[in-house]
């Protein structure tokens, strides 16, 4: 059998669609959290590949069997874990169309439709953004599509870096730096790693509680200024819109301001809150990004985009095609030697590329702009009326400032010593806390630390989480507290007034 016979890809393909709707029909029967053990699935399979052909049966048979059990559901409407990726079936189906077609688009000759569609997606996104002009390809800019976050890092750290010692000279390579702060995803520092950068040469700006753990322009000018006088170059400043722990936002304005007094790059990661930004009433946590060099999020967090899918701008689309720029023989084509065209290949690491454009572009004409503002409008207020939900119950506080879709929160030390108790038993209380709500298999949401405080992220971006998702994982919560608060639980009576409480609310 051909292994594209068009008959056979229409039966097996009908049989995958039916078991992946199957799949979220019931998605509610398994449990978030996969409850394997390490190894279960190498007992499972064999050791061996099969040597004669197996049927499509057979084969699903064993996901349901042997697969399922060892994924952890993060489309379940309960998986409030990390930052979720939320799927949907536009982008879906045009995964499924960019796998069917199978194009290679490195470069605009080799699929032009792939090229021009990534342009025209880049440049709705941007006016969404309202990004400003300067980062449009008319602008001397543009954008493109990425796998991941780490590579728009490894990408733009790469241009700068090469910008830079072509001005201070090759030999400098060890005198660059590089600035983020303590909050900063720890992709950084591995791009920073793979780029050359000195680890001694990564500067973590310390951020406080009193601060709402934010980048300080003040501090990060002192950092600069010291290693200015020490003989070093400051290279590239990462700041962050939506930090990975508690989601707080860097002040863009103020960084660029400084950034700029010393020819500084800056990159704006925006990988999970940079999707809120298409609706106007987030739009101001991006205030300041005409100071930034290069701009990026991942559509795969909370635009409906299924994985990967990380959308990067960038000022200055020279920099990044002189670092990152490949040519052979086989690649010549007139397209390219016109200058009327963009070769993608030269704006990533790798000269392979997928068609991704295809999905964004059904995502975007599938929900439209008002669909996609509603859908992440309703995360936040998801997460708002949690918020309030969790402010009302005294056992319990908030340990850093919401401000998109993430609430972070512990048992509080009051509520456990009935005084401010030890931190590393409150930790460890809260550790366990979360280790009991997972267990249940009904929800699943992840911790983080910050100046030393445990706390329980509750993160608000699977597509089908609904207000009534929430609340349910909000009384599983309270009900795993009660429990091992023990003699401190409320009575009954006050519980049950807990849940009057829950259900007004959410009304
Ligand atoms: C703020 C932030 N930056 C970067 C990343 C890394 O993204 P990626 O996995 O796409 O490289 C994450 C991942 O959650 C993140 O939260």
């Known amino acids: 059998m051909n292994p594209l016979d068009h008959v056979e890809f229409r039966r097996q393909g009908h049989m995958i669609i039916d078991f992946l709707a199957d799949y979220y029909e019931n998605i509610n029967n398994y449990p978030v959290r996969s409850q394997v053990n390490p190894g279960y699935l190498l007992e499972r399979l064999p050791d061996h590949a099969p040597?004669?052909?197996?049927?499509?049966?057979?084969?699903?048979?064993?996901?349901?069997?042997?697969?399922?059990?060892?994924?952890?559901?993060?489309?379940?409407?309960?998986?409030?874990?990390?930052?979720?990726?939320?799927?949907?079936?536009?982008?879906?189906?045009?995964?499924?169309?960019?796998?069917?077609?199978?194009?290679?688009?490195?470069?605009?000759?080799?699929?032009?439709?792939?090229?021009?569609?990534?342009?025209?997606?880049?440049?709705?996104?941007?006016?969404?953004?309202?990004?400003?002009?300067?980062?449009?390809?008319?602008?001397?800019?543009?954008?493109?599509?990425?796998?991941?976050?780490?590579?728009?890092?490894?990408?733009?750290?790469?241009?700068?870096?090469?910008?830079?010692?072509?001005?201070?000279?090759?030999?400098?390579?060890?005198?660059?730096?590089?600035?983020?702060?303590?909050?900063?995803?720890?992709?950084?520092?591995?791009?920073?790693?793979?780029?050359?950068?000195?680890?001694?040469?990564?500067?973590?700006?310390?951020?406080?509680?009193?601060?709402?753990?934010?980048?300080?322009?003040?501090?990060?000018?002192?950092?600069?200024?010291?290693?200015?006088?020490?003989?070093?170059?400051?290279?590239?400043?990462?700041?962050?819109?939506?930090?990975?722990?508690?989601?707080?936002?860097?002040?863009?304005?103020?960084?660029?301001?400084?950034?700029?007094?010393?020819?500084?790059?800056?990159?704006v990661d925006a990988a999970y809150a940079g999707s809120a930004c298409i609706c106007p009433e987030f739009r101001h946590f991006l205030d300041g990004v005409e100071g930034a060099t290069s701009f990026s999020f991942n559509a795969h967090k909370w635009l409906l985009t299924n994985l990967a899918c990380c959308c990067l701008w960038v000022k200055d689309k020279s920099a990044l095609t002189k670092s990152l720029s490949t040519n052979s023989e086989y690649l010549k084509n007139k397209a390219t030697e016109s200058g009327e065209v963009v070769d993608f290949k030269d704006w990533q690491i790798t000269l392979t590329r997928r068609f991704q454009a295809l999905k964004l572009w059904m995502v975007l004409r599938s929900y439209g702009v008002t669909g996609l503002r509603q859908f992440l409008k309703n995360h936040v207020k998801m997460a708002k009326d949690l918020e309030r939900l969790v402010t009302m119950d005294s056992r319990f506080e908030i340990v850093a400032p919401r401000y998109f879709s993430v609430v972070c929160f512990r048992v509080s030390p009051y509520a456990i010593h009935q005084h401010h108790g030890n931190q590393h038993e409150v930790n460890e209380f809260n550790s366990k806390l979360l280790e009991a709500i997972n267990a249940t298999g009904h929800v699943y949401m992840t911790q983080s630390v910050v100046d030393g405080v445990y706390f329980i992220r509750f993160s608000i971006g699977a597509t089908l989480t609904e207000d009534r998702h929430v609340k349910m994982a909000w009384e599983l919560v309270q009900d795993q507290a009660t429990s091992m608060l023990g003699t401190l639980a409320p009575k009954k009576a006050s519980n049950g007034k807990h849940m009057k409480q829950i259900e007004d609310h959410f009304m």
């Not at 052909?53 to 084969?59: A, G, L, T, Y």
């Not at 993060?74 to 199978?102: D, I, K, R, V």
């Not at 950084?188 to 601060?211: H, W, Y």
């Open 51 to 267: 040597f004669i052909p197996e049927s499509i049966e057979s084969i699903l048979n064993d996901v349901e069997k042997d697969i399922i059990p060892g994924l952890t559901h993060w489309q379940s409407p309960n998986f409030f874990a990390y930052f979720a990726s939320s799927g949907s079936t536009a982008s879906f189906l045009g995964e499924m169309l960019m796998n069917g077609f199978n194009v290679v688009g490195f470069n605009w000759l080799a699929s032009p439709a792939a090229t021009e569609l990534e342009i025209v997606v880049m440049k709705w996104l941007s006016k969404l953004l309202q990004l400003p002009p300067a980062f449009s390809f008319s602008g001397g800019g543009g954008g493109v599509l990425l796998g991941t976050t780490c590579e728009a890092f490894i990408c733009t750290l790469i241009a700068a870096r090469d910008k830079m010692l072509d001005q201070i000279g090759r030999e400098n390579n060890e005198k660059l730096v590089v600035y983020c702060s303590d909050q900063t995803h720890v992709g950084l520092m591995k791009a920073a790693k793979i780029v050359g950068i000195k680890p001694e040469n990564v500067r973590q700006v310390m951020t406080t509680k009193s601060e709402n753990y934010k980048l300080s322009p003040q501090r990060l000018e002192e950092l600069i200024k010291r290693d200015v006088e020490a003989g070093l170059f400051p290279l590239y400043l990462c700041a962050t819109i939506g930090t990975t722990s508690t989601t707080t936002v860097d002040p863009l304005g103020p960084l660029c301001e400084v950034s700029s007094k010393y020819n500084i790059w800056v990159h």
